[in-house]
């Protein structure tokens, strides 16, 4: 639908009034929400992740694309009744304890909210304790844990072993990433997966869930 | 004989016919910049002909200057001879790193006030009718003076009799540490600049107060990983790691206090001070006390305040001499940069002053009137060719400039020969020109994949590392000035200290917004200005106490917790 291709363009061309304006029209077209979140918003959002990949944009650009993303999914959120089929999973994410670096983590959050999950973000300085209690409350499929920090990786470490302690290792998956942490680290420590960007963190999740 | 005349000091000099610019200036003492020595590959000799003929353009400048520069009669010293009578010349690039030294100096002269010195003495030896210990009578000589040291206690008694109680005191600050015969002349000094990739080692006479040597050595620490970061990891992971980074460090000291010694025909006996400026992690690690809770939140040190100590609790070799450690700010703000503050008299000089320490730190400090504001960006090894796939440090092989003439890209290779890598200040020239060449677009994309300076291949992964610690720095500028309540047109001057500075481009550094749009002819490059602090704190005691209220004064701030700089760190991406 030409109307879609326009939504998922202006997400590219990151013009958050256009997006806004379109998804507008298009509900008053009576397009179905799902299909203006998946062919329109996170359309233009997949677009954005393979460039992103590619280095052909970089970070300024994809935040830019994110905030417009999500203009439209502010309209679109309060008309949602049944998430089936729109949100295709949950996701708890931090910045691991020590660590106050939250743009790359930030950018993780947006282009995964951005392939239709949705995103508890518990912002920087998580400690294990508060993992455990974001768990507990939300009942993630995925926790993901950031470190920008040679000196806070082993954190990431200490909080798997937490929810080993607290019988809540089975509950979820647990992904890792941030500029020093390796695949290796992340085998080592336990973790489910690791994704070197933003966009791989994406596939990363999406291989995750479609085995669930 | 002619004459020339250097401006705008009108300088006259009357010179062999047939000399060389380059080697005039030496043999006069005439300050200018020639980082190559004179071997034509720097272009910083550059000199305006103002009036008179010298000898012809040669290839080596047409290579090296612009159009417009041959255009302006700009040349340069060291490839051009004098041929004529009564000739002008302008100096362009002055070496503003050695003015600092020299300035304060001059602006001392009169009022001499080592750290360490001699006092001559001569007492009444002690007799039957005068009892007084030899302690009261050394005291006597000078109330302001103390004594500390059970050492030279112990010793004092033979010492004092053998010289027949007359002899010279060594005086640290207002310490009496030694006693020498009375005719004991030369004492030294030892400044050292302990940087996380560089040491830079700096031997004084504290008699003439002139610098004698300086070695520089690659820190040893550096085996355990670049960034001060990764040093903490080890130590972190090793229960002794503390001790092996502290043992590595003090080896590659003393090493540098022997070869002082030995080239210089010196006695390390008479090695009496020793200053230290180091960034934080440094500084703890020099003094053997762990820096790991500065590696994560809330990163707080162990200590701020400088500190006095005796040399023998860290150098086995230097028993008597006393060590003087600049203080610290913050976790992330360390002595060096206290000591950068102290060597360009930043509090003192007039106006707003924007400093920066362009490096994997990246601090800033900027001075508003009576307040310096200060923070760490955390650049990341970019400008020293760290994570650049073809980066290496500025040393021998290095692309340290790259430039269009002609539409023609043109570099140059630090020692000559063939380029092995691209260091920092190359890859922002490189930047510079694939801008104008429109290769690279103002987000930072190649549009064209392949872009090559000699064998050296500019990747856009490259482009990538650099946009962030570029625009980490510019960020971090941007809030200091939010904090200071101050616009673009209120900063007076930039000072640019650290290795990178000494080769960095200031109009290519306007062009890619690394800095804030002001004039170019108000960017001052000051190289090792920790180093120069730490010397001048050996020249002058007072410095102590300015240290001290320095890093008092300087506010901290934090930049993790600040909104305002993830705002301005995307924004500056873009060049
Ligand atoms: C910006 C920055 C800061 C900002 C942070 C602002 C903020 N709110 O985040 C400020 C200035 C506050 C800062 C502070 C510090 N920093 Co800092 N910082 C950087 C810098 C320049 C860029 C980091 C960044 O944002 N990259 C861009 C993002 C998009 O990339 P990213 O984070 O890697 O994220 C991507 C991937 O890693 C992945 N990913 C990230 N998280 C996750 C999570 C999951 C689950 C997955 C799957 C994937 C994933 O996807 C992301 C998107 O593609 C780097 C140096 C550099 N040039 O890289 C240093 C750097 C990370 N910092 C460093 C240091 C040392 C510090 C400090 C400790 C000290 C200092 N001031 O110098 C402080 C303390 C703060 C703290 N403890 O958190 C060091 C770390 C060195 C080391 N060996 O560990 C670096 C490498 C610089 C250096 N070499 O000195 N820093
Ligand atoms: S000194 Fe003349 S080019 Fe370097």
Redesign the pocket.
């Given at each position: 639908m030409e109307i879609l291709r326009e939504i998922a363009n202006s997400v590219i061309a990151g013009n958050k009034k256009r997006v806004q304006e379109l998804v507008n029209k298009a509900l008053e077209e009576n397009i179905s929400l799902e299909e203006i979140i998946n062919d329109g918003l996170l359309a233009g959002m997949g677009v954005i992740g393979e460039r992103?990949k590619r280095n052909e944009i970089f970070?300024p650009e994809v935040l830019v694309s994110a905030r417009a993303m999500q203009a439209g999914m502010d309209i679109l959120r309060p008309l949602i009744v049944n998430s089936k089929g729109i949100i295709k999973g949950k996701i708890v994410?931090g910045t691991v304890k020590?660590?106050?670096?939250?743009?790359?983590?930030n950018?993780?959050s947006m282009m995964l909210e951005g392939a239709g999950y949705e995103i508890i973000d518990l912002g920087?300085d998580v400690s294990p304790e508060k993992f455990v209690e974001a768990i507990k409350e939300h009942n993630p499929d995925i926790v993901?844990?950031?470190a920008?920090?040679?000196?806070?990786m082993p954190q990431m470490k200490v909080t798997i072993d937490t929810l080993k302690k607290e019988g809540l290792r089975d509950r979820v998956k647990v992904?890792?990433?941030?500029?020093?942490?390796t695949p290796e680290f992340a085998r080592e420590i336990g973790a489910d997966g690791?994704?070197?960007?933003?966009s791989e963190?994406v596939e990363?999740v999406n291989s995750i869930i479609s085995k669930k | 004989m002619i004459k020339i005349k250097i401006l705008p000091e009108n300088v006259l000099l009357e010179v062999e016919i047939g000399s060389n610019l380059l080697n005039v200036f030496r043999e006069k003492g005439i300050d200018i910049e020639s980082d190559c020595g004179g071997k034509g590959w720097c272009g910083k000799c550059k000199v305006r002909l103002a009036k008179g003929k010298v000898t012809e353009l040669n290839d080596v400048e047409k290579r090296m200057l612009k159009n417009e520069e041959i255009n302006r009669n700009i040349r340069l010293a060291c490839q051009l001879f004098l041929i004529e009578d009564n000739i002008e010349v302008e100096v362009m690039n002055k070496n503003k790193k050695i003015e600092i030294v020299t300035n304060f100096l001059k602006s001392r002269e009169g009022k001499k006030n080592p750290l360490v010195r001699l006092k001559p003495f001569k007492l009444e030896p002690p007799s039957l009718k005068d009892q007084r210990s030899d302690l009261e009578r050394l005291s006597s000589i000078d109330t302001n003076l103390h004594f500390e040291d059970l050492r030279l206690l112990r010793n004092l008694p033979h010492l004092l009799r053998e010289y027949n109680f007359e002899g010279k005191l060594v005086i640290f600050k207002d310490e009496i540490i030694d006693i020498r015969d009375r005719n004991f002349k030369s004492i030294y000094g030892v400044a050292f600049d302990i940087g996380t990739t560089t040491i830079v080692g700096y031997l004084l006479d504290m008699n003439d107060l002139r610098e004698v040597d300086i070695i520089s050595r690659v820190n040893p620490q550096r085996v355990y990983?670049s960034?001060?970061?990764?040093r903490i990891?080890f130590i972190l992971q090793n229960s002794d790691g503390v001790d092996i980074l502290h043992k590595v460090l003090i080896r590659t000291l003393e090493e540098i206090i022997l070869e002082f010694s030995k080239r210089n025909h010196i006695n390390l006996d008479d090695i009496y001070a020793i200053s230290i400026a180091g960034n934080s992690v440094m500084t703890h690690i020099f003094l053997g006390i762990s820096p790991e809770y500065i590696?994560?939140?809330p990163?707080s040190p162990a200590f701020r305040d400088s500190l006095v100590i005796s040399s023998r609790e860290i150098f086995s070799i230097l028993p008597k001499a006393k060590l003087y450690i600049f203080p610290l700010v913050s976790g992330?703000i360390g002595g060096d940069i206290v000591a950068g503050i102290i060597a360009t008299d930043l509090l003192r000089e007039k106006g707003n002053i924007l400093f920066i320490d362009i490096g994997?730190?990246?601090e800033i400090v900027l001075k508003v009137e009576d307040r310096l504001y200060s923070c760490?960006?955390?650049?990341?090894?970019?400008f020293e060719g760290g994570?650049i796939s073809c980066g290496m440090i500025a040393s021998q092989g290095a692309i340290d400039h790259v430039w269009l003439k002609d539409g023609k890209v043109f570099y140059s290779v630090i020692g000559g020969g063939e380029e092995k890598g691209i260091t920092g200040s190359g890859l922002l020239d490189a930047i510079s020109v694939m801008l104008e060449l429109g290769i690279l677009d103002s987000k930072g994309r190649i549009n064209d994949e392949e872009f090559y300076i000699g064998k050296i291949k500019i990747t856009q992964r490259d482009i990538r590392?650099f946009q962030?610690?570029k625009s980490?720095i510019r960020a971090?500028i941007e809030v200091l000035m939010r904090n200071a309540s101050i616009g673009y047109d209120k900063i007076d001057k930039i000072y640019i200290a650290g290795a990178f500075g000494n080769y960095i481009d200031k109009e290519n550094a306007l062009k890619i917004k690394l800095l804030p749009p002001i004039s170019k002819d108000n960017i001052f490059l000051v190289g090792n200005s920790s180093g120069m602090g730490a010397k001048l704190v050996l020249l002058d005691k007072e410095i102590i106490e300015k240290a001290k209220e320095i890093s008092k004064k300087i506010e901290y701030i934090e930049?993790?917790s600040?909104s305002e700089?993830?705002k301005y760190?995307v924004e500056f991406m873009y060049f």
């Open positions: 992103f970070v994410i020590g660590d106050l670096h939250d743009i790359g983590k950018l993780v920087i993901g844990m950031s920008l920090l040679t000196t806070t992904i890792v990433g941030g500029a020093p942490v690791y994704a070197k960007d933003a963190a990363l | 990983g960034d001060v970061l990764s990891s590696s994560y939140s990163f992330y994997t730190n990246g760490a960006t955390a650049a990341g090894p970019a994570n590392e962030l610690a980490a971090g930049l993790s600040n700089f993830n760190f």
